[in-house]
C-alpha cells in the first residue's frame, strides 16, 4: 500500500483528476496536546504513519490544498480544508 500512495503522490495524483474535497475538521484538546507532545520530542510533524506499513511525508500533499483555515469552536480548534486535484 505504501508504494500504491507513493505513486500516486509522485503523480500528481492524476488518476484522481477531478476531485474535490473539503473538510470541516475539530481538533479536541486532547488531540492537540498528543501533537505538540510529539512535536516536541522531536518527530518531524509532516511524516504521517497510518498504520504499520504506511508512511508518507504530508508535505508532499501540500500542492493540493487550495484553502485552509484554524479557528476556535466550542473548546476545540477547528480546521476548514479544502483540497482540489
Not at 477531478?18 to 475539530?26: D, K, R, W, Y
Amino acid at each position: 500500500m505504501n508504494e500504491w500512495l507513493q505513486k500516486q503522490i509522485e503523480n500528481g495524483f492524476q488518476e484522481f483528476a477531478g476531485l474535490s474535497i473539503t473538510a470541516h475538521i475539530p481538533v479536541r484538546d486532547r488531540l492537540l496536546n498528543e501533537a505538540l507532545a510529539e512535536l516536541l520530542r522531536g518527530r518531524p510533524a509532516s511524516a504521517v504513519e497510518l498504520g504499520s506499513k504506511l508512511k508518507f511525508d504530508a508535505r508532499s500533499l501540500l500542492p493540493l490544498v487550495k484553502k485552509a483555515e484554524v479557528h476556535a469552536k466550542e473548546g476545540a480548534l477547528v480546521l476548514d480544508i479544502e483540497v482540489k486535484v
